[in-house]
């Protein structure tokens, strides 16, 4: 399940925080819940205070909003440990369910991940014990003091242990993960059993708040369902990333390549190159390359700024031989490497095609972002439709706004693929 970005209130630490829409939504409730407890808790007692009804309500909103300073700081407890990790927090969002850290990758070890899933619900542990134990002093003070704190000390504790059980998108799911990966050494195999553990509480959920609206406990029931449903997006999502991921790993090269280069023999004058450029593309900057070769023997390319800078008297004397580039100019891969390497090369050289070399290190053909993101997808089983494919060659960027490159470092940081087992391409001849 994916959030929007909501408004941005201010920064703690160089992390944005920011608010979604939903969130005053879930606010009125609790202002709603928080008033009807006191309400109840006050009234008629003899240590009353005689609150009038719209401070009931003040105390309701106030309580409300320090439930969500216990939740920003329990999303404070994961995103400064993060930090320490060496992982860039994005931003702290406060949506209807909470609050969420979003960071840029996992950590690179099983105990960094075990430590920033444990440091929320520490946060929120701490805070209910402290809470709990300065409740008498509180409740010496005023009566709605004292049930002020209680009631945020044995919230924070719900919520510590909530997020303790074993499953994603919860802290408990991501401890599961982190220990997994721990003992087996697979970031991949603890993603897939914290997965299988998110889908069975979030289905266990759904069930426990289809029986409680059976039997007329609707916001309760209501609720539940509404936390399974997002525990099942979450877990969806989780799954889309392991497809992905295994789909990077699996294709190769050759399976997403195309054939944007044009090839001329040595002895072809710069009005033949000047003819084909102009039939090609009319020059634009994303034009096929032109390669150049001698009896079957790559000797390099050249490109529009050759025509650039010589008069055109001299293009019918002077031959694409006499004006050669190197081909290793050219950001290159080997049409066996797999996809994600290719993501890493095109992201590392800024390049915006790559050249594909054969086994023997001859050009058989080229690759670019468009492409590369299209094979991807339609291994997931979606076709794509024209209009998105022009639009990503275009711009020259993957379709769907693909965030292959953060998948890419991802599975690199935690060892699932290795750029060393990977060598670069050979020579090209």
């Known amino acids: ?16 925080l920011r608010i979604h829409p939903s969130w005053f939504l879930i606010l009125a409730v609790a202002t709603v819940a928080f008033h009807q407890y006191y309400s109840f808790n006050l009234t008629g007692s003899s240590t009353d205070l005689a609150l009038s009804p719209m401070a009931v309500w003040g105390l309701g909103l106030i309580t ?7 939740v920003l700081l329990h999303e404070l407890g994961h995103a400064l440990v993060a930090l320490s990790q060496g992982v860039r927090v994005r931003s702290i969002t406060l949506f209807l369910l909470g609050g969420v850290a979003s960071v840029e990758r996992d950590c690179n070890t099983a105990f960094g991940s075990l430590l920033v899933a ?20 509180a409740s010496q003070v005023a009566p709605w003091l004292g049930l002020m704190v209680s009631e945020l000390g044995s919230l924070n504790l719900v919520l510590a242990l909530f997020n303790l059980l074993p499953g994603l998108p919860l802290d408990g799911g991501l401890i599961v993960k982190a220990l997994v990966w721990q003992v087996s050494g ?45 525990g099942l997006g979450a877990v969806r999502n989780q799954q889309q990333l392991l497809q992905l ?12 390549a195309g054939r944007r280069f044009r090839v001329l023999e040595a002895s072809a004058s710069l009005r033949e190159f000047s003819r084909l450029r102009l039939e090609d593309s009319g020059g634009e900057a994303n034009a096929d390359w032109v390669l150049v070769c001698h ?11 050759t025509l650039q800078q010589l008069p055109v008297q001299r293009w019918d004397t ?22 994600w390497q290719a993501v890493q090369t095109l992201e590392d050289s800024g390049a915006s095609r790559l050249l594909v070399l054969s086994p023997a290190g001859l050009p058989s053909g080229t690759l670019e972002r468009p492409e590369l993101g299209q094979a991807v997808v339609e291994r997931l089983g979606v076709k794509l439709p024209p209009v998105v494919l022009q639009a990503a060659r275009r711009h ?14 991802g599975m690199l940081a935690s060892g699932e693929v290795s750029a060393a087992d990977f060598p670069s391409p050979s020579s090209t001849r």
């Open 1 to 16: 399940m994916v959030l929007t970005e909501g408004w941005q209130l201010l920064t703690i630490r160089g992390i944005p």
């Open 64 to 70: 409300a909003l320090l439930l969500f300073v216990s």
């Open 118 to 137: 444990a440091a929320g619900p520490a946060v929120s542990l701490l805070l209910g014990l402290g809470l709990m134990a300065i409740n008498p002093a």
């Open 186 to 230: 697979s970031q991949r195999k603890g993603v897939e059993v914290a997965n299988a553990c998110g889908r069975v509480l979030a289905s266990l959920a759904i069930g426990l708040g289809v029986l409680l609206l059976l039997r007329g406990a609707g916001l309760a029931g209501a609720w539940l369902l509404l936390l399974g449903w997002f």
């Open 245 to 256: 991921q295994a789909v990077l790993t699996t294709l190769k090269v050759r399976d997403a």
């Open 295 to 305: 009896r079957g023997r790559w000797l390099g390319r050249v490109d529009d700024s």
């Open 318 to 339: 002077d031959h694409l031989g006499d004006h050669l580039q190197p081909l290793s100019g050219l950001a290159s891969i080997r049409e066996d490497a797999p996809l």
């Open 396 to 409: 020259n960027t993957y379709p769907l706004g693909l965030a292959l490159p953060q998948v890419v470092r």
